[in-house]
């Protein structure tokens, strides 16, 4: 089954500096997204990317957060300067225009010290 | 987006029948019900949908109330892996020219489904 792949799965960052996380959604998928989680906490939506431009955002999403797709394949999520309070799993997600259903990546897990 | 609630827990024993209810008393017409599932350290799995009928694939059956206020995802035979937290959504209605869906989804606490041998 066609699966999202994220990478790394772990990261460990020092604050302040910028990291990328990477995502490769299946690939005939047209909508992909970012979403985090906090440990122990609930899975918050960050934004949704369709046809080379950001659909929507949160308000988590401010300006030290950006997402590209540089080539076709890849998905990434880049945090300019980190914080302590970033550190958190960040899941990839994408979806077909047609299906229903989302498919998650099994997530990058940021920690920021 | 439109409210849901859902238990914090649950608990069930291996291969004895789980219903995991969800109120959703404000939904709209137009809101489809989701269900989600998160795995002990994985993302989020999309289990079933449904608009007003009831759903059946192989992974659940998902019962609807007749009013939509709310709903029940029924694992038929529980397993240790089904030992997960249970989302339901209300999916975003964003709707795009083909039809179909593509807005954000929006988790709750989930229940967390704690599954006896």
């Known amino acids: 089954e066609p699966e999202v792949t994220q990478t790394p799965s772990h990261q460990v960052t020092q604050m302040g500096q910028e990291v990328i996380l990477r995502c490769v959604p299946i690939?005939?998928?047209?909508?992909f997204y970012w979403y985090r989680q906090i440990l122990g906490q609930k899975v918050e939506f960050l934004v949704s990317f369709y046809n080379n431009e950001i659909s929507e955002k949160s308000e988590i999403f401010d300006d030290q957060f950006s997402v590209e797709r540089p080539d076709g394949s890849n998905f990434t999520l880049k945090i300019r300067s980190t914080k302590l309070e970033d550190s958190a799993m960040y899941f990839c997600?994408?979806?077909?225009?047609?299906?229903?259903?989302?498919?998650f990546g099994s997530g990058t897990r940021l920690t920021v010290v | 987006d439109a409210k849901t609630t859902q238990p914090n827990s649950m608990e069930s024993n291996e291969e004895e029948p789980v219903h995991l209810p969800c109120n959703h008393s404000?939904?709209?017409?137009?809101?489809?019900i989701h269900w989600y599932r998160q795995l002990p350290s994985q993302g989020p799995e999309y289990v079933i949908h449904g608009l007003t009928s009831n759903v059946n694939n192989r992974m659940a059956s998902l019962a609807i109330a007749e009013d939509r206020k709310s709903s029940t995802l029924i694992l038929h035979r529980a397993t240790l892996r089904d030992a997960a937290v249970y989302y339901c959504i209300l999916r975003d209605p964003t709707i795009n020219a083909g039809g179909t869906s593509y807005g954000k989804l929006t988790f709750g606490q989930g229940t967390i489904l704690t599954v006896h041998p």
């Open positions: 404000t939904i709209s017409g137009t809101d489809y």
């Open positions: 997600a994408s979806k077909t225009p047609r299906s229903y259903g989302y498919t």
């Open positions: 690939s005939n998928h047209l909508y």
